[in-house]
């Protein structure tokens, strides 16, 4: 049985946070019935070290890379997952950004099944 809801994380840059907010909002239904732009964002510290052959957006081929981040957290819709994905990827800097996908059970059904 496929999952009604997931819960998506992904990392960014605080400068980007608006236009990945505004961009995630515009791409899916609200999941909370009287409310849009439902987002949980927390500080975090990312990081990486970039390989040859990559083209990061921040820090040097071959060097680790640690950098404050915001973590944003939300729940999308199932229909509306790849659309979702797909607005991340147009507007994130990063050339591979980490986004974690996590089947969510609804809180309602949990309560009223």
């Not at 607005?87 to 969510?104: K, S």
Request: net charge negative; proline share 7%.
């Amino acid at each position: 049985m496929e999952p009604a809801a997931y819960k998506v994380s992904v990392a960014i840059p605080a400068d980007h946070k608006d236009i990945l907010l505004d961009a995630i909002n515009g791409s899916m239904q609200q999941m909370y019935p009287g409310y849009d732009r439902v987002f949980s964002v927390a500080k975090t510290e990312g990081t990486w070290r970039s390989l040859e052959g990559s083209n990061p957006f921040i820090g040097s081929t071959g060097e680790i890379s640690v950098e404050e981040e915001l973590r944003i957290d939300f729940a999308v819709k199932a229909e509306d997952l790849r659309n979702v994905i797909l607005a991340i990827r147009r507007v994130h800097p990063y050339e591979e950004p980490a986004i974690d996908i996590l089947p969510m059970i609804m809180w309602k059904n949990v309560i009223d099944p």
